[in-house]
């Protein structure tokens, strides 16, 4: 079974930080490129930040500079460090994977997201 299990959404005041984790379980993680989305109520979701299995990363140019994706295939977890945080970063962050699960089945998953909440 196939899970994405996020982690460290929260209330910060604007300015602030927060850490988000997803822990995967049940797919090759080295071989999935890992990815935030959020996805604010009556828009469509968007790309946040991907990082590749090579190690690759690509950002929305609204948190370029701000935010920072990483991963760990040690521990089955990819992290979004987000600094410098706006109100209108506000909204449901979801983890994504693309790629192989254990059982080789290719495709894309979501976790069930983490609510993230900038204060002004």
């Known amino acids: 079974q196939v899970q994405l299990v996020e982690s460290g959404g929260g209330l910060v005041q604007a300015g602030g930080s927060l850490r988000l984790s997803c822990v995967a379980s049940?797919?090759?993680?080295?071989?999935?490129?890992m990815g935030w989305y959020r996805q604010a109520p009556g828009k469509q979701r968007e790309l946040v930040a991907v990082?590749?299995?090579?190690?690759?990363?690509n950002y929305t140019d609204s948190v370029k500079g701000r935010f920072t994706i990483s991963r760990d295939n040690a521990k089955n977890t990819v992290y979004l460090q987000m600094n410098s945080l706006k109100p209108e970063d506000t909204t449901v962050y979801y983890c994504?994977?693309?790629?192989?699960?254990?059982?080789?089945?290719?495709?894309?998953?979501w976790g069930q997201g983490t609510q993230v909440t900038v204060s002004s």
């Open positions: 049940g797919i090759v993680f080295s071989l999935n490129a």
């Open positions: 990082i590749t299995s090579g190690g690759s990363t």
């Open positions: 994504n994977s693309d790629g192989p699960s254990r059982g080789g089945v290719w495709r894309s998953r």
